[in-house]
């Protein structure tokens, strides 16, 4: 069992940037792909950006340029900065971590184990 818990979310102003932390409790950590997403009220988690074993990012259209996704094996943490949000980014953020398949690993189907969420509030 491998618990995820996110941390870093709040109100900021639109232009502003936040740094969401996510640590995960036990295990391998180094040997999983890790994801963020994201969900709005009323609407489907949303793929954010995820991190390969060996640091490699990918990210959605929206986060490309803005956001950055990092992790820390050592301390068994997964980072994501997010910079110049706007209103549209606002939802709630989770980390997750991905099965051990192939693929992209950009739908929350490819995920096991998820963080409780943190929210995030861009206003304008």
């Known amino acids: 069992q491998v618990q995820l818990v996110e941390s870093g979310g709040g109100l900021v102003q639109a232009g502003g940037s936040l740094r969401l932390s996510c640590a995960a409790s036990?295990?391998?950590?180094?040997?999983?792909?890790m994801g963020w997403f994201r969900q709005a009220p009323g609407q489907e988690r949303e793929f954010v950006a995820r991190?390969?074993?060996?640091?490699?990012?990918y990210y959605s259209d929206s986060a490309k340029g803005r956001f950055t996704i990092s992790r820390d094996n050592a301390k068994n943490t997964v980072y994501l900065q997010m910079n110049s949000l706007n209103p549209e980014d606002t939802a709630v953020y989770y980390c997750?971590?991905?099965?051990?398949?192939?693929?992209?690993?950009?739908?929350?189907?490819?995920?096991?184990?998820w963080g409780q969420g943190t929210q995030v509030t861009v206003s304008s």
């Open positions: 036990k295990g391998a950590f180094s040997n999983y792909r």
């Open positions: 991190i390969s074993r060996s640091g490699t990012p």
């Open positions: 997750a971590k991905a099965r051990l398949v192939a693929g992209p690993a950009t739908s929350a189907r490819d995920y096991d184990y």
